[in-house]
């Protein structure tokens, strides 16, 4: 199992279209991937799973998974997270 802390630093958290985003990215990994906010998980895989976990800017979780490309899975899955879902390009 690998397991690695990230924290949402885009706008909308893991809402909607980011939401959206990270499921797919986990779709295409066999491992089991969980994302833990807190005392509460859910299955990386599921939209409603992770809208359910109600991640907010700033909040960090942890993305722990299990399998044959459990390492591959959970590198992706923070990267996503630390380029804001491509929000935020401009500056500020």
């Known amino acids: 199992m690998v397991a690695k802390e ?7 958290g ?5 939401a959206a985003l990270f499921v797919q990215e986990a779709k295409k990994f066999k491992s089991k991937i969980i994302v833990h ?9 599921s939209i409603l799973g992770i809208i359910s976990l109600a991640v907010t800017k700033g909040t960090s979780i942890v993305i722990t998974a299990e399998g044959e490309d459990e390492k591959e899975a959970v590198e992706t899955l923070v ?7 491509g929000e935020g390009m401009k500056n500020d």
């Open 79 to 85: 990267g996503l997270i630390n380029s804001k879902f």
């Open 14 to 18: 893991l809402h909607a279209r980011p």
């Open 6 to 12: 990230a924290v949402l630093l885009n706008e909308a």
């Open 37 to 45: 906010k807190g005392d509460k998980q859910a299955d990386a895989k």
